[in-house]
């Protein structure tokens, strides 16, 4: 496989994992805030395994919500969420990223599910590129946390 197919196949690959990590935020239950449940279901879509939540922090289970599905691991998974917190609003109230140029997390959410290839290009690049580092193992480009800001 050349490298430029590789490349390819690798960022439909980071958009279909995107897709799953802000599928779990549908119109019944769109985040207003990064916060542990916003972190939970991220997590739990992006890693396909369940987590229980208790006092701000969360702890994967052994459950999996689909069999059968290979998924990030939990650190790349948590590196992606961190991404999004660090440097994309959650909705079009959030001011705390002046700057920004591209859609909110809820916005990425609703467009994921129509067009994820279309919606992953629409991110900035800087946003792209450290989700990438994330899979690729380098979590250097984004601020780890081990709970979200703002609790449940």
């Given at each position: 496989m050349s490298t430029k197919r590789r490349i390819g196949a690798g960022v439909i690959g980071l958009a279909l994992v995107a897709t799953l990590g802000l599928t779990g935020c549908n119109q019944d239950n769109t985040p207003q805030a990064y916060n542990t449940l916003t972190q939970q279901n991220f997590l739990e879509l992006c890693t396909n395994l369940y987590f229980n939540s208790s006092d701000d922090t969360l702890a994967a289970t052994s459950n999996t919500i689909k069999a059968d599905v290979t998924a990030p691991t939990q650190a790349e998974c948590q590196c992606q969420y961190d991404v999004f917190v660090n440097q994309v609003p959650i909705n079009d109230n959030d001011t705390s990223k002046p700057g920004y140029n591209g859609p909110n997390f809820t916005d990425l959410n609703a467009e994921l599910k129509s067009d994820p290839a279309k919606a992953w290009a629409t991110l900035p690049a800087s946003?792209?590129?450290?989700?990438?580092?994330?899979?690729?193992?380098?979590?250097t480009t984004s601020t780890t946390a081990t709970t979200a800001p703002g609790g449940a």
């Amino acid at each position: 496989m050349s490298t430029k197919r590789r490349i390819g196949a690798g960022v439909i690959g980071l958009a279909l994992v995107a897709t799953l990590g802000l599928t779990g935020c549908n119109q019944d239950n769109t985040p207003q805030a990064y916060n542990t449940l916003t972190q939970q279901n991220f997590l739990e879509l992006c890693t396909n395994l369940y987590f229980n939540s208790s006092d701000d922090t969360l702890a994967a289970t052994s459950n999996t919500i689909k069999a059968d599905v290979t998924a990030p691991t939990q650190a790349e998974c948590q590196c992606q969420y961190d991404v999004f917190v660090n440097q994309v609003p959650i909705n079009d109230n959030d001011t705390s990223k002046p700057g920004y140029n591209g859609p909110n997390f809820t916005d990425l959410n609703a467009e994921l599910k129509s067009d994820p290839a279309k919606a992953w290009a629409t991110l900035p690049a800087s946003v792209t590129e450290a989700v990438t580092a994330c899979v690729k193992g380098d979590s250097t480009t984004s601020t780890t946390a081990t709970t979200a800001p703002g609790g449940a």
